[in-house]
């Protein structure tokens, strides 16, 4: 079957580093997106891996291994404004995206 | 500013209504969808259309009615729901210009059905 899993939460200091995974199981893969979506707000793309390795932005990076059936997202120096849910999603053909639920970031002082 | 605009932002309505969701995108894109939020839930894909023909329908209920009368405008039009499906929905647009691409997202609406 299809599945995406992402932990549900994760709390973080402002100013450090936090990791998000995610595991999928996928009847295909053309690649593996990152959004970010803001309370109220529209999700926003973040980055998209389809080779194994890790595709650095600015302070986000995403890493992909496609063996494992795994990708995480890195954010560093972190800030108050990166509160969000980040959202992990599957290309299992040209249109169609596989989502897993979110995981909501909250960043302390 | 992302492209794609939803109206409205917020609705609610009775079971025994009739309404409208519209969005329309301003990026040139081929492919537009509908999903739908709920808490702690993925996002589901409700329906999908590329070029204007309705190519995915992900056995969702009647009671939702997707138009497409052009590339750059979608609805869905609601009658008769029922309290389950309020929820955030989104509509999407992507290029579709043959590779996988990143699809862009409107603010949503939140519907509330009483």
């Known amino acids: 079957g299809q599945n995406i899993d992402q932990p549900t939460e994760m709390t973080a200091t402002e100013g450090a580093i936090v990791q998000i995974n995610c595991t999928y199981q996928t009847s295909g893969f053309n690649g593996l997106f990152w959004y970010q979506q803001h309370a109220g707000e529209a999700p926003t793309f973040l980055s998209y891996n389809v080779q194994d390795g890790l595709e650095e932005k600015g302070r986000f990076s995403s890493f992909l291994s496609r063996s494992k059936g795994y990708s995480y997202l890195l954010l560093k120096e972190l800030q108050m404004k990166d509160s969000a849910s980040y959202l992990c999603?599957?290309?299992?053909?040209?249109?169609?995206?596989?989502w897993g639920a979110g995981t909501k970031l909250i960043i302390k002082p | 500013e992302t492209g794609v605009t939803q109206t409205p932002r917020h609705l609610v309505m009775g079971m025994t209504n009739k309404k409208s969701l519209k969005c329309e995108q301003h990026?040139?894109?081929?492919?537009m969808y509908w999903y739908k939020q709920s808490a702690k839930k993925p996002l589901e894909l409700m329906f999908v259309?590329?070029?204007?023909?309705?190519?995915e329908n992900n056995s969702v209920p009647s009671r939702f009615s997707p138009e497409c009368p052009n590339s750059s405008h979608l609805f869905l039009h609601l009658h008769t729901l029922q309290p389950e499906d309020s929820a955030l929905y989104l509509c999407?647009?992507?290029?579709?210009?043959?590779?996988?691409?990143?699809?862009?997202f409107g603010p949503g609406t939140r519907l509330t059905v009483t």
């Open positions: 999407a647009s992507s290029p579709l210009d043959g590779d996988v691409a990143e699809q862009y």
């Open positions: 999603a599957v290309s299992e053909s040209n249109y169609q995206l596989i």
């Open positions: 259309y590329n070029f204007k023909e309705q190519t």
């Open positions: 990026l040139g894109h081929n492919a």
